[in-house]
């Protein structure tokens, strides 16, 4: 996987978290008629307040469980760099020594590690 590769990945990783996100947030709106005759979701008063104060705090000032919430998020993420840096290992130069390339233990160890 090359470093473009995992930019997409991480990349289609975000993109479908948002989504999920944004199929959330829609399905807590109130719907009502639109200017244009589309229409329009108007977000609940208490789910603004929520958000709004999460949106000023810093990630350390978080309840627990708003932390966890973005743990689970953050855990989508991983496998994908866990692969990304193991692969980097087993081709890398760095790990190579007289004996012979470390890099294929170099990377069992990270897996194993990150496991």
């Known amino acids: 996987m090359t470093k473009d ?3 997409e990945t991480l990349a289609s990783i975000e993109h479908t978290r948002w989504a999920n996100w944004q199929k959330y947030l829609h399905s807590t709106c109130r719907e009502q008629p639109g200017t244009s005759g589309r229409r329009s979701l108007v977000i609940k008063e208490n789910d603004v307040e929520h958000w ?3 949106i000023v705090t810093p990630y350390a000032h978080l309840s627990e469980a ?7 998020e953050a ?3 991983l496998p994908v760099i866990i692969d990304f ?3 980097w290992l087993e081709e890398s130069d760095l790990y190579a020594n007289a004996e012979g390339p470390l890099g294929d ?3 069992r160890l990270w897996r194993e590690a990150m496991s």
């Open 105 to 107: 233990k170099a990377a």
């Open 75 to 77: 855990r989508q993420s």
């Open 52 to 54: 709004e104060r999460q």
């Open 66 to 72: 708003e932390k966890e919430a973005d743990r689970n």
């Open 85 to 87: 840096v193991a692969a």
């Open 5 to 7: 590769d995992l930019i």
